[in-house]
């Protein structure tokens, strides 16, 4: 073929695409990444490693040349050599004026190939790529195993690289992949693989560029996942990585506030044509809701407005559980925040309830579209999964609230259940402002299923600040299993939950939950299992393509700084003290993993919570307060056992007698 200066000319372009999906799945951010590369190449070859849906490789062959399947074996580096030595040869490389070698790992484009492509045309490297890994003296291993060069060179990531006619008919280009070696990990591929590849090609004299620049070299630890707002807004890259959604936070707090994630979905939804529903479609498939809601910062604080009106000609609902009828009152007096002409719908556990549920609504002029009784063994999941099925699939309603009565098992102080009560009412359902304000994001974000309270950490709940599914993950596995749920739901992530199952949310959301079959002669054998039905709700959404988002009012935002402030403060105080200094946050908590995994200290944590356990059976507390939130954090207790036992005696008991003993005994 002859030169040509333009992505318009009649260069011949051959891609090669890699696909891997666990499951086969063709996402359509895959086909939309597949389209805009037919559009500028001559043949267009994809390689899938592993498994491949009938459906899937029927997606694929729409919007390609040639469909390679192969055992998922050797990571990207060995299906680019397959497809480079047998699918394509090498007598056909030589014909060949540019070879793209890309993946899906990349969601795009966001804007179209051309603009790039037409940029790069006046480069005169001889292999480019989008993104680039910048040098890293200091970095002599990666991932736990030795770099192949004593430090990390400057590289351009395999995701995207575009390789010319001279670079294609170099020796070091053929070198390269008679002389790659097995890639049998993630780790083997990073460094076999990106590094090698990009400066054995240099150090034979080839040419390499970026379509990024080299002035954001400095700006974070991983700029091609960490700084892709920067340079989606100012270097128009039109791809991005998708890692950047749901990569280790602690990658981005070691050097930022972590808000680059939410920033970049933020500037694609604006200033784009590109749909983010076929991210937020695979993300919800793939993604770990944990992992997802954090880096989106899925918590949204609503602006309180005084004297706003109630939203009218919106089809809304709210459904009410009631066990108690003394929190009628209670529970009602919420109602007049929801829009105009709701439909207000009770459910109730005996006749005699209801009917003072019916006289209740009668003397304060409340509209009851429907009082029903079901039994109360199945808690608030029956009232909403069973009883409430047919209101939520036939009623025709663009959002509905459900509420009930909060109660706390076993609960010592009436505040830390008014707490609750407050924190999940504020949030869902505590103002017209607050309401309008859900509404409103329900409206602006079509993908959104659900939003509730943000989960407490005052009193006992203190250790669900840790993300601790405790003894019910076992029980939500076995209702996730009955679903027939495939989406990632980890036991060493946080669960995301709807607190005390008070939520609004989206009838076509709830289609996986509302199959659920409620058992309710089990529930009475297993009564924790209703836990297991207020964790599992937005991971059935998730499977469905929907996500969920924690509201907090703005008043309530006030005291949720602080109380948060407070805490980390006072953890990073004590182990500053002990420790010393920290680079970050990952390296305190390194520090601290470190120091509490040590055999004697479990030991005397398994001893002490013996020992408390029995006080509490007795009531025979010591101090009410500490034993009570000692037994409700662990990781408190371990703090102070080790904190302890690294103390000289003599100071120990100096701090006793200064704070009283039973403040840090």
């Not at 940029?119 to 993104?131: E, K, L, T």
């Not at 459904?319 to 209670?330: A, K, P, Q, S, V």
């Amino acid at each position: 073929m002859d030169n040509y200066d333009s992505v318009y000319s009649d260069k011949y372009r051959v891609a090669i695409y890699l696909f891997f999906d666990k499951n086969g799945i063709v996402d359509e951010y895959v086909t939309h990444y597949l389209r805009a590369l037919q559009s500028i190449t001559s043949e267009l070859i994809v390689v899938c490693n592993g498994k491949l849906t009938v459906s899937g490789k029927e997606k694929l062959e729409t919007v390609c040349t040639k469909v390679h399947q192969r055992y998922n074996k050797g990571f990207d580096g060995w299906a680019y050599k397959d497809v480079i030595d047998n699918v394509i040869g090498w007598e056909k490389i030589k014909n060949i004026d540019e070879l793209i070698i890309t993946n899906n790992t990349l969601y795009g484009p966001l804007v179209p190939f051309d603009e790039m492509f037409a940029q790069m045309d006046s480069s005169r490297a001889d292999f480019w790529g989008i993104q680039k890994r910048y040098e890293d003296k200091s970095l002599k291993t990666f991932l736990g195993k030795p770099t192949v060069h004593g430090y990390m060179p400057d590289f351009t990531p395999s995701n995207f690289w575009v390789i010319r006619k001279n670079a294609l008919l170099s020796k070091a280009f053929k070198e390269f992949w008679d002389k790659l070696p097995p890639l049998n990990s993630y780790e083997d591929s990073c460094l076999y693989c990106e590094p090698v590849f990009s400066k054995s090609l240099v150090d034979s004299g080839l040419v390499m560029d970026t379509y990024v620049g080299d002035e954001r070299r400095f700006s974070c630890t991983s700029p091609t996942e960490a700084d892709t707002y920067y340079q989606l807004s100012e270097e128009k890259v039109p791809v991005i990585r998708r890692k950047t959604f749901f990569n280790p936070m602690s990658l981005y707090l070691k050097c930022d506030n972590a808000d680059n994630a939410v920033k970049s979905l933020d500037y694609i939804k604006e200033n784009t044509d590109f749909d983010t529903g076929i991210i937020y479609e695979n993300m919800c498939r793939t993604a770990d809701l944990s992992d997802f809601h954090d880096r989106l910062h899925l918590n949204y604080i609503i602006p309180g407005t005084k004297g706003e009106a109630r939203l009218t000609g919106r089809k809304t609902a709210a459904i009410c559980y009631i066990e108690d009828t003394d929190n009628t009152g209670r529970v009602c007096g919420y109602l007049g925040n929801l829009p105009e002409d709701s439909d207000i719908y009770f459910v109730t556990v005996s006749h005699t309830s209801r009917d003072s549920i019916a006289a209740y609504c009668e003397e304060n002029d409340i509209t009851a579209k429907n009082i029903t009784v079901t039994d109360k063994s199945g808690g608030w999941a029956n009232a909403i999964f069973r009883t409430s099925r047919k209101v939520i699939i036939e009623g025709g309603y663009e959002y509905i609230c459900f509420l009930h009565d909060v109660h706390i098992q076993n609960n010592k102080w009436l505040r830390t259940e008014e707490a609750l009560w407050n924190r999940c009412y504020n949030a869902v359902i505590g103002s017209v402002s607050q309401v309008n304000g859900i509404i409103a994001l329900l409206d602006e974000n079509r993908e959104m299923g659900a939003v509730s309270a943000m989960p407490p950490y005052h009193a006992g709940f203190f250790e669900e600040a840790g993300g601790s599914w405790g003894k019910y993950y076992k029980l939500t596995r076995r209702i996730y299993n009955q679903l027939g749920l495939t989406i990632s739901m980890n036991e060493s992530k946080t669960p995301i939950y709807p607190v005390c199952g008070i939520f609004w949310f989206r009838p076509e959301a709830m289609g996986k939950l509302l199959s659920l079959k409620i058992d309710i002669d089990e529930m009475k054998k297993e009564p924790n299992l209703i836990k297991a039905y207020e964790y599992i709700p937005y991971y059935a959404m998730q499977q469905s393509g929907y996500y969920p988002a924690y509201a907090i009012s703005e008043t309530d935002a006030r005291y949720e700084i602080t109380n948060l402030t407070y805490i980390l403060r006072s953890y990073n105080a004590v182990a500053a003290k002990h420790l010393g200094h920290c680079k970050n946050i990952e390296h305190r908590m390194a520090q601290l993993d470190r120091v509490l995994d040590t055999d004697k200290v479990k030991k005397e944590i398994v001893i002490e919570k013996k020992a408390e356990q029995k006080a509490e059976k007795s009531e025979n507390y010591s101090s009410d307060e500490i034993n009570y939130v000692i037994d409700s954090a662990p990781f408190g207790l371990l703090l102070k056992k080790t904190i302890k036992r690294l103390v000289p005696k003599k100071l120990w008991a100096k701090l006793r007698h200064i704070f009283g003993k039973d403040k840090i005994a």
